[in-house]
């Protein structure tokens, strides 16, 4: 009898504290993201006013290190002019020429990239021929090819594309391998009793499982294949964001640089925020990270 | 026949899912089924069967050393042994995913050579794919076998409904507690309908009621399909209440030290009120002291080794 009752105190009581709890956690988790978003922004305004500030009192020269409202006025004037933005033609064009170059290489570093890792995961003897061969072409300094893609393809967009294929594969074709090797043993002789075929034990337990490696290494890849289309530009083209800031270093303009700079951490940043939302979609079967199901 | 027929499809009877499926993914098993008195092929036949592994270092270890017994069709024996004597090795080596060193393992007189046909394993550790449903991983096996996406599906629900998970078809093995894991394992291997049935530890990290609770689903679920059976587990109570054979392994190398026929009545009720039973006491007891000596020697050995 007694003890009944005071199980059902305590079970009230228990009631109102897991809402006073929630309450105050809901409070906790606001006063933190303000206090976030404030320092943020504090650190921006920060370097960019501690910037200014140098450039305007003169213990920076402008003229070497450009000046952010340098910037701004440059970046609305590339998008302003329209055809007359830059010697060859209009800033989106420019824009348009980069992304296509990075976009059609990282698919294509992407893809072969996955495939050649799946297929040395999966085969020892294939691993085994080939892996000291990638062992070297890895350690060239890979953005070299680059001159060589030029001499042999010209300024068109091959080369860069090329270039930035070759950039992103090697990131993702050795974290697909590795992912190939990771995979749980357990799972796999489960899948081989059930009755798998080769392609199916592929198809439905080691991609999958290697997925989470292959996303992982998307993420830097994309700045690769990015960095690969400006270098085959830099090196000679006739268009493109990279042709932009060797035409401002000749013409000593930093803040023209700094201008198309910034219009590539944007791209990259939409990429990355793209990758992110591909990644939630295909991992959206991974428990959530300590983090995300933070407790109060 | 027809009255094994009519209780095989009892649980599912007049649903349009579950008939489909017997017509379809389980036509071999049951037309094994209808008589396995002399269902000769999940006739499980060890002889002389010694695995070796190469360790690191190159030598050769030797885990299980000339193991012989048999299982007859539709029986259900259970393996106990100390820790590390082998148990899981020769499962593996039944199912076809490794090869004995020497020695011959037979499934229906013929010879193991690849995945054995008609077989379903449950692993020792979790085999769930953490990336598929719930409902994903049960359909797994008839999918893998070539019946269509639907009706594969459609069985799979059936299943979980027949372990008790309906409702969680679209959880991720991660949002379920460890009983309710094993649970989609259980129905995962009784899908394809096999005619053998491996499983290693499968209630091995179960709270007690919980064990008890799934092991009387399991003998249910035996009793309608009547596959050959081999059970690993630690717990003698367990292999006793749910067997009709017992074999006790030797500490590693591990060896057959002795099988008991365990003759209590079929069909058992409760396993746990079975073990008040003076028969069931007589046989636990007797068994113990055999399996006592082999683990108190294992015990010495790896504590020995380690100091
Ligand atoms: N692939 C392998 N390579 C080398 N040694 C192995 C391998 N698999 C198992 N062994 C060894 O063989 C022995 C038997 O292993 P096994 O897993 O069959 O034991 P077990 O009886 O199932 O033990 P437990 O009851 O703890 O699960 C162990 O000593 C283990 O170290
Ligand atoms: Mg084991």
Redesign the pocket.
């Known amino acids: 009898m007694t003890t009944d009752t005071t199980h059902a105190a305590d079970t009230t009581g228990t009631a109102t504290a897991d809402t006073r709890a929630t309450g105050a956690g809901v409070r906790a988790v606001r006063r933190r993201r303000l206090l976030v978003l404030t320092a943020r922004l504090g650190v921006a305004v920060v370097v960019l006013g501690g910037w200014q500030l140098a450039t305007t009192v003169g213990w920076l020269d402008p003229f070497f290190f450009g000046q952010p409202s340098g910037i701004a006025r440059r970046l609305v004037e590339f998008f302003s002019q329209g055809q007359q933005a830059t010697e060859f033609g209009s800033f989106w064009l420019q824009i348009e020429t980069t992304l296509k170059e990075a976009v059609l290489g990282f698919a294509l570093g992407a893809v072969t990239g996955v495939v050649f890792g799946v297929a040395l995961g999966q085969n020892q003897f294939l691993a085994d021929v080939f892996g000291p061969y990638l062992k070297i072409v890895n350690a060239i300094p890979r953005i070299v090819l680059g001159s060589i893609f030029v001499v042999a393809f010209g300024i068109g967009e091959t080369p860069k594309i090329l270039l930035a294929a070759v950039l992103v594969f090697f990131v993702v074709f050795f974290n697909a391998f590795q992912g190939v090797r990771e995979v749980d043993r357990n799972i796999l002789a489960n899948a081989r009793v059930l009755g798998a075929s080769p392609l199916q034990i592929v198809r439905h337990v080691v991609v999958p499982s290697a997925l989470t490696w292959i996303i992982a290494s998307l993420h830097t890849a994309f700045g690769f294949a990015i960095v690969g289309a400006l270098v085959g530009e830099v090196l000679g083209a006739q268009n493109g964001l990279g042709l932009v800031i060797k035409t401002a270093q000749n013409s000593f303009d930093p803040n023209g640089v700094f201008a198309a700079m910034f219009v590539i951490a944007v791209i990259a940043l939409s990429a990355e925020w793209l990758i992110t939302k591909l990644e939630h979609r295909l991992l959206s079967w991974r428990p959530p990270s300590p983090s995300e199901a933070a407790a109060i | 026949m027809a009255v094994r027929d009519a209780t095989v499809t009892g649980p599912g009877a007049g649903r349009p899912g579950r008939a489909d499926h017997a017509n379809h993914a389980g036509r071999a098993g049951r037309a094994g089924r209808a008589d396995h008195a002399d269902r000769a092929d999940a006739r499980i036949e060890l002889s002389g069967v010694t695995k070796r592994?190469?360790?690191p270092s190159g030598e050769a270890?030797t885990?299980?050393r000339d193991v012989s017994f048999s299982v007859e069709p539709g029986q259900f024996c259970a393996v106990v042994?100390?820790?590390?004597?082998?148990?899981?090795?020769?499962l593996s080596l039944v199912s076809g995913l490794d090869r004995p060193s020497e020695g011959s393992v037979r499934v229906g007189g013929r010879e193991v050579d690849g995945i054995t046909e008609g077989i379903s394993f449950m692993f020792?550790a979790d085999a769930l794919l953490p990336w598929k449903t719930v409902l994903g991983n049960v359909a797994m096996g008839p999918m893998f076998r070539g019946v269509g996406k639907k009706q594969a599906l459609a069985s799979a629900r059936d299943w979980l409904r027949r372990v008790g998970l309906t409702g969680f078809e679209d959880h991720h093995p991660h949002q379920l507690s460890g009983g309710m894991r094993k649970r989609v394992a259980m129905a995962a291997a009784l899908i394809n309908e096999p005619s053998i049935l491996l499983m290693?530890?499968p209630f091995g990290a179960l709270d007690v009621q919980t064990k008890a609770i799934m092991s009387n689903e399991l003998l249910g679920l035996w009793e309608q399909l009547r596959p050959s059976v081999i059970f690993?587990t630690?717990d003698l109570e367990e292999a006793v209440a749910l067997a009709d054979r017992v074999v006790v392994?030797t500490s590693?190398p591990?060896s057959v030290k002795a099988v008991y026929d365990i003759d209590l009545p079929r069909p058992r009720g409760s396993v746990q009120s079975i073990r008040f039973e003076p028969r069931f006491l007589e046989l636990h007891h007797q068994i113990w002291e055999s399996l006592r000596e082999e683990v108190q020697r294992a015990y010495a050995r790896t504590t020995g080794e380690t100091s």
């Open positions: 592994f190469l360790t270890f885990a299980t042994g100390p820790t590390g004597c082998g148990k899981s090795t020769t020792q290693d530890e690993i630690h392994m590693g591990g």
